[in-house]
């Protein structure tokens, strides 16, 4: 049998996807607990024996074995630029749409204090960017002497003004620096050149940091590590909305994943104006967007979720809740293992899943403002416009799980109440209910029309999902 093993390192549970390549379908997946600290491989071994259980072809021989990985934390980066709102911000965006978790971010001249604080949040990568190409070029070298100076382990990436490159690759050769100088992540004022920053981040990670997170022994089984996990769910979304030659895309797309720690939003689309006579103002979107939300986690982040939402919030999910949303929230953060077993429980999770939802897409999208000029009132937009998306996909433990995932994903859509947030107005709701997302981004890096066709296969509409009992059966609903 023609067939693929897809592995997901994950922080919590190391998950695999058998996928029979000839037919384009999953034959089965597995998950354990993810053991980083002693041997990766033991919690994929225990995985894996679960899966070939489960295979009805007993004589599988996989023909490749690709990975991601989010364990030991993942990708953890710092980014530097020169202006908040400018350079800053397109390091900020490079970073996280390379899969990363973004520590921080800095803007003008790093401080002593600064780089000490970088220090003591050990960073696996430094994105040090700033300035437009031919601009301002102090602010970025004054920085590399900085890190030349105090930072000596961590690999830096040089996203900045071109005509400060050549000193700085001098700064960083006299010391030793292990430093990578790619294209300026802001050329051009506004403009934002993300693209090549990011390959050149998954490039070191996969060279790098894999290696220093325990993943030696899981190099010697699998074809090798292709991304890290955040990077290939925002992968099988880019490829399942753009498509391929092979096989039609599904259009601009957002997928919505909540999870116990963040909650991290990615939409594929231009995002321009849908409405006549609006102006774009502020930073150039990516098409490629990601978010995270590191205040809207379900556990780790139960009580920050808790406060963003508030009891008012709160009570338009679940009127009828006995529970003290404080009181409730600082529980569940004390126990993040916690799974709901009572109706109220189950209610509760669901009404602040809807709330993470619903303020997790209004940070991401675009904002409408009116603006009052000596012509008269007119309208600027700033962000993405994403009323026109064609679907919504929704991933995270509460949301696949859910006997009432439409209702959850719901309340990320477009609200009369606040309509300046341009969140989409008739999107088809599906779930990802298999947990492939981040199995077919891999797939997608070598067999793109593949994963687009087993995607639209495996995804299935939020409402279906309130008529499946027990454990889903791959396939059966189509």
Do not use: W
């Not at 037919?23 to 071994?45: C, P, Q, R, W």
């Not at 997302?437 to 309130?466: D, W």
């Amino acid at each position: 049998m023609d067939a693929i093993l897809l592995i997901d390192f994950g922080s919590t549970y190391t998950k695999l996807t058998a996928v029979d390549m000839e037919h384009e379908e999953i034959l089965a997946t597995a998950k354990s607990l993810t053991t980083v600290e002693n041997d990766i491989m033991i919690g994929f071994y225990k995985a894996y024996d679960q899966l070939m259980k489960k295979c009805k072809e007993k004589d599988i021989v996989f023909k490749e074995k690709l990975a991601c990985s989010s364990a030991a934390g993942g990708l953890k980066m710092i980014a530097i630029g020169l202006v908040p709102d400018l350079t800053a911000e397109a390091a900020k965006r490079a970073a996280l749409g390379a899969g990363s978790r973004v520590l921080d971010v800095y803007s003008y001249e790093l401080s002593t204090g600064e780089i000490k604080k970088i220090i003591q949040q050990k960073p696996d990568i430094i994105l040090l960017a700033g300035g437009t190409d031919g601009g301002n070029k102090d602010c970025i070298i004054h920085n590399a002497k900085m890190i030349a100076k105090y930072i000596k382990e961590i690999p830096i990436v040089v996203a900045g003004n071109k005509k400060a490159n050549d000193e700085i690759e001098e700064i960083f050769q006299k010391k030793g620096i292990d430093y990578a100088i790619t294209e300026n992540v802001m050329p051009r004022l506004n403009v934002i050149n993300v693209e090549p920053a990011r390959k050149v981040i998954r490039d070191i990670f996969m060279k790098r940091i894999v290696k220093a997170k325990g993943m030696k022994n899981a190099e010697e089984f699998i074809n090798g590590i292709l991304m890290p996990t955040p990077a290939a769910v925002l992968k099988a979304a880019h490829v399942l909305a753009d498509g391929t030659e092979e096989e039609e895309g599904m259009g601009d797309l957002i997928v919505v994943d909540v999870g116990g720690a963040t909650t991290d939003v990615h939409s594929i689309g231009k995002g321009k104006p849908t409405q006549a006579g609006v102006m774009e103002v502020g930073l150039q979107e990516p098409y490629v967007k990601r978010t995270v939300e590191g205040d809207l986690g379900m556990r780790v982040s139960a009580e920050s979720l808790g406060e963003v939402v508030g009891k008012k919030r709160f009570k338009k999910y679940a009127p009828n809740s006995p529970y003290d949303l404080h009181e409730r929230c600082r529980y569940l953060a004390q126990n993040v293992n916690e799974i709901p077993k009572t109706q109220e429980e189950v209610e509760f999770d669901e009404a602040m899943s809807m709330a993470a939802v619903d303020i997790a897409l209004q940070r991401h999208v675009g904002v409408l403002e009116e603006i009052y000029t000596p012509m008269g009132k007119v309208y600027s937009l700033r962000g993405k416009d994403l009323t026109n998306a064609k679907c919504i996909i929704g991933t995270g433990g509460v949301i696949v799980h859910s006997k009432k995932p439409t209702k959850i994903l719901q309340a990320g859509l477009y609200d009369l109440e606040r309509p300046n947030y341009l969140k989409p107005k008739n999107p088809e709701l599906l779930v990802d209910k298999a947990y492939i997302l981040s199995a077919m981004g891999i797939l997608a890096m070598k067999y793109p029309s593949t994963a687009v066709r087993i995607l639209k296969k495996y995804l299935i509409s939020a409402e279906e999902c309130e008529y499946i009992k027990g454990e889903f059966l791959y396939g059966a609903s189509k």
